[in-house]
């Protein structure tokens, strides 16, 4: 079986590791600057594309296949000019791409291959739907810093259950399996991660997915509870019951064994642990005392306009503003405000990785990328 990441990166690898490392203490040092003295040197670092809201998948615990209605999107020519804006700012940065499915973007391939020509990083999440063919090798050759594939199960009446596409897996298998050659015959190291969405439907299989994962070889695992703001939804897909609970339990500590085992999961123990916290409402104990979204994130929407998170919307639009302008409003308004907010150790936001992620986790994630670990799993 294939190791999940080989000892030793390329050259380019190590020198984008280095890149990320500089990135991380750079920002880890402007931020620790702003909670010690109140002055705000911050740059934006965590930085998320959506150029599409739209998905092909018809998901039970997602709303981006069935809503009423879109926000325009932006075409390649904009999106490259917001790309390069933010070069211009920030220097070397990294992109991850988001969505929506954002592969079924017709502006998402050529810029990804534009960020690579920039020497922008970038990474993406998909639901898996069109990894295939020639388009894998694009993705392949533009060097991605990761890529992330949703599934949930790899039961398929289970998976194919939760993303609402009959054979779904199946397919998706194909495409994993195809990237897998692409980039063992590249030669490159490049992560690729398995997103399962934790729910009720999953819950007391997840040890499955990772064995799954280690058959298919040269996979990462990373888990995330659904996380719903309505009733309905909340009834449908948390795990609620005292005895379901308690199963849950039991399946996270076996994850727990198994990852401390070597197995490939990249989620931490704390963030494992949360799972269950957040499904029972109670404080989330892994994440910051104060969120720093105000101090790192841009979520970039299909029109260009950007969100902080859920709570700072619509704070500017990079298809009409330069972001060191759109910068400069948010250490002025969103920083402190966010810095107060309760929601970080909630069930709203408390195993989100965009309120609280640490440093360790990002070294991690740079060795991994250098090609730096542990044979079976990730680096402690």
Known sequence: METCIARGGTAMELMTALGLARDVASRELREALYFRTG?????PSDIKISLTDRCNYRCGYCNHWNRPSYRNELDFDQWRGIVDGLRAYLGRYTIQFVGG??????????LVEHCHEQGIRW?????GSMLRGSRIDRLVAARPLNIDISIDSSRPEIHDAARGVAGSLSRITSGVRQLLAARAASGRRFPIRIKPTVHVLNFDHLREIVGWAQDMGGLLVDFS???LTDKEGQARFYVTSDEAL????EEIEALIALKQGGSPIEVSVEKLRAIGEHFRGTRITQARSSCVVGLRALYVRPDGSVDHCWRFRDRGNL???KPAQLWARTRATVAAEAVRCAHITTNRCGVACTSHRKLAQDVRRGLLYAGIGRKRGVPE
């Open 101 to 110: 499915e954002p592969m079924i973007s017709p502006a998402f391939l050529p």
């Open 319 to 321: 298809a009409e503003e």
């Open 39 to 43: 002055l705000n040197l911050t740059r």
């Open 225 to 227: 509870p659904v996380g």
């Open 246 to 249: 308690a199963r849950l339990d």
């Open 123 to 127: 990474g993406v999440i998909t639901n």
